[in-house]
């Protein structure tokens, strides 16, 4: 299994930036699908899934800014993020759990900053 996420980078308060993983060696339809992220110095959180149905989950300090949806034709997962906050910075992973095993993606840096 392989995840290659990409879409970070720097992005003024109140910005959108949206992020993209792209899956490959797993049945992406059949598997729920995630984003965390990691602040310096603070552990890594879950800030939203989409499962296999296309509901969605979200943490509270994303709620109504973030959505999560999936390319199911394309094997990708995107993360749209709005209204962009200081505190969102972060290096954002994708996430799968594939037959047990959790996979991981190289990470993107999301910056906020003026």
């Known amino acids: 299994v392989q995840l290659q996420a990409s879409g970070g980078g720097l992005v003024q308060p109140g910005g959108s930036l949206r992020l993209s993983c792209a899956a490959s060696?797993?049945?992406?339809?059949?598997?729920?699908m995630g984003w965390y992220r990691q602040a310096l110095g603070k552990q890594r959180e879950l800030v939203a899934r989409i499962f296999v149905d296309a509901t969605t989950s979200y943490a509270d300090s994303v709620k109504g800014r973030f959505t999560i949806s999936r390319d199911n034709t394309n094997n990708t997962v995107h993360l749209q993020m709005d209204s962009l906050k200081p505190e969102d910075t972060a290096v954002y992973y994708c996430?799968?759990?594939?037959?047990?095993?959790?996979?991981w993606g190289q990470g993107t840096l999301v910056t906020v900053s003026s």
């Open positions: 996430n799968v759990v594939n037959y047990g095993r959790a996979y």
């Open positions: 060696g797993l049945i992406f339809g059949f598997r729920n």
